[in-house]
């Protein structure tokens, strides 16, 4: 089936450090989703692309839409310690009826 | 606030005892999912309702269904609960097939 490779998986940052993870794909996707999930939680939209090449920001984060379709990157700036959890890439291909293809996630642990 | 919302939060349930969540929506959403997220992985979709529409996926279980009365509510029903049924169970909405918001999910344990 459909995969997409997130990296890093894990990452540990002082605070006040910027932050960079990104997913990649073999297939071409029309939507990219960025998700955090804290512990216990549902998953939050953070971030959603739709062109390619599209640079989004939401406050310090910032996430682009690679020029291939195959690929994003979620930039967090400035970190602090409430920007802890799980961070989940997700894309969506055409005519996939919602069905996202979700990255196994980067774990991100901010030492204050 | 306009949100996705899951009850109960956490839910026990004896082994082959049927359990029923629930979800309701205040988004208006014509699409409304529901996931299974097991400890370190990521969410894993077991079906949509596209409006009236029910999608199951191939390798969603029988023991698994689904029930949506209208726009706003849609339940998940497992028929007889397993060991391996243990997870958090997420419900997300989407105007079509755009981007999907996730309630809190709701927390199984099988006894």
């Known amino acids: 089936g459909q995969q997409l490779n997130q990296s890093p998986q894990s990452m540990f940052i002082q605070e006040g450090e910027d932050v960079s993870m990104n997913c990649t794909s073999s297939s071409i996707f029309n939507t990219w989703l960025w998700y955090k999930q804290d512990p216990g939680e549902g998953p939050v939209l953070l971030i959603a692309l739709y062109k390619a090449g599209e640079l989004t920001s939401n406050g310090r984060l910032t996430a682009q839409f690679g020029i291939t379709r195959k690929d994003s990157f979620l930039n967090i700036s400035a970190s602090i310690p409430s920007d802890v959890g799980i961070y989940f890439c997700a894309g969506l291909l055409g005519g996939s009826q919602g069905n996202l293809i979700f990255g196994k996630g980067t774990k991100l642990s901010v030492k204050p | 606030d306009a949100m996705v919302i899951q009850n109960p939060r956490y839910q026990v349930t004896q082994f082959g005892k049927p359990v029923t969540l629930s979800c309701s929506q205040t988004?208006?959403?014509?699409?409304m999912y529901w996931y299974q997220q097991k400890s370190s992985q990521a969410p894993k979709l077991l079906f949509h309702?596209?409006?009236?529409?029910?999608?199951n996926e191939a390798d969603t279980p029988d023991n698994f269904q689904s029930r949506r009365p209208n726009t706003s509510f849609c339940f998940l029903d497992i028929r007889s609960p397993g060991l391996g049924d243990a997870a958090m169970y997420l419900c997300?909405?989407?105007?079509?097939?755009?981007?999907?918001?996730f309630g809190p999910g709701t927390r199984l344990t099988v006894t």
């Open positions: 309702y596209y409006d009236k529409d029910f999608n």
């Open positions: 997300a909405t989407s105007r079509d097939f755009y981007e999907q918001y």
């Open positions: 988004l208006n959403h014509n699409v």
